[in-house]
């Protein structure tokens, strides 16, 4: 008889997204905040601007070499696309209360301005 998975506590889900950012290295990230904008006469490049400004190969590398990153690049691969699951199990559990909360403060910034007006 297959037994369901329980379902992942935030907290552990958290946890595990914690522990990929410190293995990744994103410890001094921080995410953009949505009042930052962007400022200068910066432009988006174009896909032939980069493909024209890409260096050529450098010569082949050992077999043992080539072997060795190709192991770093699935790992690193597989890391990303773990955290990337991780990252939408918690979008998943977090969405509802969020929406709630958000529904939840505009309903009351409504009654306040209604009650305001009324009187």
């Known amino acids: 008889m297959d037994t369901p998975n329980p379902i992942k506590t935030s907290d552990h889900l958290l946890d595990d997204l914690e522990s990929i950012r410190q293995l990744l290295g994103d410890e001094n990230l921080?995410?953009?905040?949505?009042?930052?904008?962007?400022?200068?006469?910066?432009?988006?490049?174009?896909?032939?601007?980069k493909v024209a400004d890409t260096p050529v190969e450098p010569p082949a590398?050992?077999?043992?070499?080539?072997?060795?990153?190709?192991?770093?690049?699935?790992?690193?691969?597989?890391?990303?696309?773990?955290?990337?699951?991780?990252m939408q199990d918690v979008i998943d559990d977090f969405a509802p209360h969020i929406e709630t909360e958000i529904k939840r403060?505009?309903?009351?910034?409504?009654?306040?301005?209604?009650?305001?007006?009324?009187?």
């Open 61 to 86: 590398a050992p077999a043992a070499e080539k072997s060795a990153d190709a192991l770093l690049l699935h790992l690193d691969n597989e890391l990303r696309a773990a955290a990337q699951l991780i």
């Open 30 to 49: 921080q995410p953009p905040l949505l009042t930052d904008t962007v400022t200068g006469d910066e432009q988006i490049p174009l896909l032939f601007d």
């Open 105 to 119: 403060r505009l309903d009351a910034r409504m009654e306040r301005l209604l009650n305001q007006y009324q009187s």
